[in-house]
């Protein structure tokens, strides 16, 4: 597949990956890079992890609110998932062994990544984001997640990112087989905590168990 994101660099960090037992996949923000997200998961970086961060054309995935229709998003949508995809294969590591961390629009796209292609992954953590599309339909969502562990944080009152759609959101992971945590922030902006990092950080630490 071609698309506006094939082609752009991919930043890896961390333990190189001939010698990584787990990674962590990066997906940065609109407007980000994947150096700056990578620069983000130093706190909880550990011995023995990758970290691999696709990086967007012109640092934007798609063009229109993750809440617009899908349509309006593509071709980036669809590329933004085959980035993913292929940031995950470039780990050739185990999926079990494998977190999914995005902020903001890169939330979006790796929570629809996962759903989209369900298994068992070490974890996903959506930070401010949520599943991708006008409206959530369950039915578009189908396969087993194994028991992945997905953890949803967001502000109550964020600008972008609707409190709705991170309940929709949520329900459809559960519905998948994920175990869900689902954390809302009152009054938060637009940005990652404490709270967010310590629960990244914990579940960095679960992949080397």
Known sequence: MSGPHQGQPLVTAGTPLDEAEA??????????TARSIVGMAEPFHR???AYLAPQANRNTWYPNPFTAPVES???GRTSGLRAIADAVDEAGIPTERVVLLGFSQGAC???EFVARNPRRYGGLAALSGGLIGETVDPADYEGDLEGTPAFFGCS???PHIPEERVHASADVFERLGADVTKRLYPGMGHTINQDESEYVAAMVADLLD
Do not use: C, I, T
Request: hydrophobic share 45%; proline share 9%; aromatic share 0%.
């Open 23 to 32: 990674a962590v996949v990066l997906v940065h923000g609109r407007g980000a």
């Open 47 to 49: 011995p023995g992890v």
């Open 73 to 75: 998003n593509e071709p």
């Open 109 to 111: 796209l790796a929570s």
């Open 156 to 158: 109550d009152v964020d």
